[in-house]
């Protein structure tokens, strides 16, 4: 009985230790915008940004996916647009540094104006606005604590298109090149 004990509490501490950042809010800003500590919402086929009843919360999970309450991901497409999505397609770099959502170890974003929403984006145009995302604890009130993933996932990261610019001048520690 004892031997089984042994072994059954072995077993359970040699199980790997898969951990998530804090749970938080996305709370947008951009100083002097009306976007100032607005949030980012779904929208039918992309995420937005501003005023909403349905603010999404999230935790960065030990593999760099941002993984929405709801229990779908954020992936970011072709055009550099930030959607919900499935595992399969998620973007697996996210991470928070500083209390700020990093993507690509960039805490830069896009919001882009388009009819009467605002596009939640990764690609600057002419008439975009460069936010921040800061991680707000959903407890407290305060930034949630910096969180990198573990890195021991599979590899399947992807730089979309719509970064290869600021991935370019940015090295994967935050320095520029």
Do not use: W
């Not at 999970?61 to 595992?87: M, Q, R, W």
């Amino acid at each position: 009985m004892l031997f089984i004990n042994f072994f059954s509490i072995l077993a359970i501490l040699l199980q790997p230790i898969v951990a998530n950042s804090g749970r938080f809010r996305l709370l947008v800003i951009r100083s002097g915008s009306p976007l100032q500590y607005t949030s980012v919402y779904a929208g039918i086929d992309r995420l937005y940004v501003g005023h909403s009843n349905h603010s999404l919360s999230a935790v960065v999970t030990d593999c760099g996916f941002l993984l929405f309450d709801d229990g779908t991901y954020a992936a970011v497409n072709s055009n550099g647009e930030i959607k919900e999505s499935t595992l399969e397609e998620a973007t697996d770099t996210f991470a928070i540094k500083n209390g700020h959502l990093t993507l690509f170890n960039v805490n830069g974003f896009e919001a882009i104006p388009k009819g009467n929403k605002v596009l939640f984006s990764t690609k600057s145009t002419s008439n975009s606005l460069g936010i921040i995302i800061r991680a707000q604890s959903l407890d407290k009130g305060y930034p949630v604590a910096d969180f990198a993933s573990a890195n021991n996932c599979s590899a399947k990261t992807q730089i979309p298109s719509g970064l290869n610019a600021v991935v370019e001048n940015y090295s994967l520690n935050g320095s520029k090149s």
